[in-house]
């Protein structure tokens, strides 16, 4: 089956830097997007940046210029560099993989979506 697992939330200073990633395994033929979601407390969940499997960047306003995606696609992983960390942006990070086409249940399957279990990022101020 397919499984996303993120690593590297923690906390951090305001100020500070961390790099979150997420790893698909499975038998994972290709994979549309990925990117990576926040949900802070009471509030919804959120896109932070986006990117496609050709190389294309979206980001939400309030980490342009903070924020960088990137990706391997040959390991089928996404990265988050957050750098000048601002205690708003203290939420679980959630990855997603989007378009995925991969064995699932025993069958080839495609345009299926696949979310990890979350990361905490916790900016102190």
């Known amino acids: 089956q397919v499984q996303l697992v993120e690593s590297g939330g923690g906390l951090v200073q305001a100020g500070g830097s961390l790099r979150l990633s997420c790893a698909a395994s499975g038998i994972i033929f290709s994979i549309n997007a990925m990117g990576w979601y926040r949900q802070a407390p009471g509030k919804q969940r959120e896109l932070v940046a986006v990117i496609t499997s050709g190389g294309r960047t979206n980001y939400v306003d309030s980490v342009k210029g903070r924020f960088t995606i990137s990706r391997d696609s040959a390991e089928n992983t996404v990265y988050l560099q957050m750098n000048s960390l601002k205690p708003e942006d203290t939420a679980v990070y959630y990855c997603?993989?989007?378009?995925?086409?991969?064995?699932?249940?025993?069958?080839?399957?495609?345009?299926?979506?696949?979310w990890g279990k979350g990361t905490l990022v916790t900016v102190s101020s």
């Open positions: 997603n993989a989007d378009g995925v086409a991969a064995i699932f249940a025993g069958a080839r399957r495609s345009g299926m979506d696949f």
